[in-house]
């Protein structure tokens, strides 16, 4: 009977380590992975060179990254501490009623998607052209928006062309409107 328990406490020993060896190939492979995962989206977020918010909808802690600073001219340790105030303290008061609407619009579910071009004061006291997109990504049991995500891009100089475009295209209409002769385009 001693030799019967004897091999079965080695059996169930061997058992044990044999899971404890697997285990811990396994964790090595999720950490190896989650490592991975992890340098992919930081090598994304640094390519796109682009901003990045975390929003506690209900308390309205948020959280951005250091080129969401950078955008607007600053630091992350210069705007400390950082709440949603803080994005609100640099937005264009003309964009926060919009913005607003938009944002309530997406928690109701009406778009599946927040995104909206709006203005930022830079440090410098000019105003930065910022694509702003995000998502509610988790909901509390009563169907409240919880947590949002999403990104700043700078897209100041795409603006301003696009103002410098609109100009040329008037000048153009102007011209052709006035002109007491008639014109022909050829392709």
Do not use: C
Request: glycine share 8%; no cysteine; proline share 2%.
């Amino acid at each position: 009977g001693g030799t019967s328990i004897s091999l079965l406490l080695f059996g169930l020993t061997r058992s044990l380590l044999g899971t404890r060896v697997k285990a811990r190939r396994m964790a090595d492979q999720l950490t190896t992975e989650l490592r991975l995962a992890q340098w992919r989206t930081e090598s994304i977020i640094a390519g796109t060179q682009v901003g990045t918010w975390e929003w506690n909808v209900q308390t309205g802690e948020t959280v951005f990254n250091e080129k969401w600073a950078q955008i607007i001219g600053y630091t992350l340790a210069e705007l400390a501490p950082i709440s949603i105030k803080t994005w609100e303290k640099f937005a264009h008061p003309d964009d926060i009623k919009q913005s607003a609407a938009l944002l309530e619009r997406h928690f109701a579910g009406e778009l599946p998607n927040y995104e909206y071009e709006s203005r930022m004061q830079h440090r410098d006291g000019s105003w930065v052209w910022v694509l702003d997109r995000g998502r509610v990504m988790t909901r509390g049991s009563d169907g409240k928006p919880l947590m949002m995500f999403g990104t700043h891009q700078d897209i100041t100089a795409r603006k301003q062309a696009e103002a410098v475009l609109r100009i040329s295209e008037s000048r153009y209409r102007r011209l052709f409107e006035a002109a007491q002769d008639g014109i022909l385009i050829l392709d």
